[in-house]
Every structure is written in structure tokens, then in C-alpha cells.
């Protein structure tokens, strides 16, 4: 289930570019213009994510955008940086 911190949503369906998704976030509307089609079971943008700041879905961090992203946009390998098992970024 989506927490108010979550920044991505995922599709359940195939959604084209340009329709509107309405979602429900703990009681609360949130409307998102979708700028790219996005794949059943991809993610995409519902807030600003800035380069660097962690992506977060159910509550959790998935990874670090690599990029600003916009809202409505897709979120995927690339624009999304995994941070688990990243040897290039122990003591980091």
C-alpha cells in the first residue's frame, strides 16, 4: 500500500502517455498527469524526485534517482540507480 513518503507509484495496467491517474494515499486524492506510457507493473514519478535523493515505494527505499525526475514520469533503470550490493559505493 502507498505511504504519504512514497514518491513512485506502480502501474497495474499498461497507462499511455497524457491520461491523468487518480490514487489514493492514505485517505488523500492525488491526481498525476502521466508524460511517458508506463508498463504494467513499472513505476512511475509522483512528486519531484531530485538527483540523488532516494526513490521510495511502500515506505521503502528502492534506490537513488540518477536525474531530477517529474512527476508523471517513468521510473526505471534509466533514471533509477539501485543502491543494494554497490561495492563502488561502500563508504560512500
Not at 495496467?13 to 494515499?25: F, K, N, R, S, T
Not at 513505476?43 to 527505499?61: N, R, S, W
Not at 517529474?70 to 554497490?86: A, C, I, M, S
Request: hydrophobic content about 40%; aromatic content about 4%.
Amino acid at each position: 500500500m502507498m505511504k504519504k513518503i512514497d514518491n513512485v507509484a506502480t502501474a497495474l495496467v499498461d497507462i499511455p502517455a497524457g491520461i491523468p491517474v487518480e490514487l489514493q494515499v492514505e485517505g488523500a486524492s492525488l491526481t498525476v498527469t502521466l508524460l511517458d506510457p508506463i508498463p504494467f507493473g513499472h513505476k512511475f514519478a509522483v512528486k519531484p524526485i531530485f538527483e540523488a535523493e532516494d526513490i521510495l515505494k511502500y515506505g521503502e527505499v528502492i534506490g537513488m534517482a540518477n536525474r531530477s525526475i517529474q512527476p508523471g514520469e517513468h521510473v526505471h533503470v534509466h533514471n533509477l540507480d539501485g543502491k543494494r550490493g554497490r561495492g563502488d559505493r561502500v563508504g560512500a
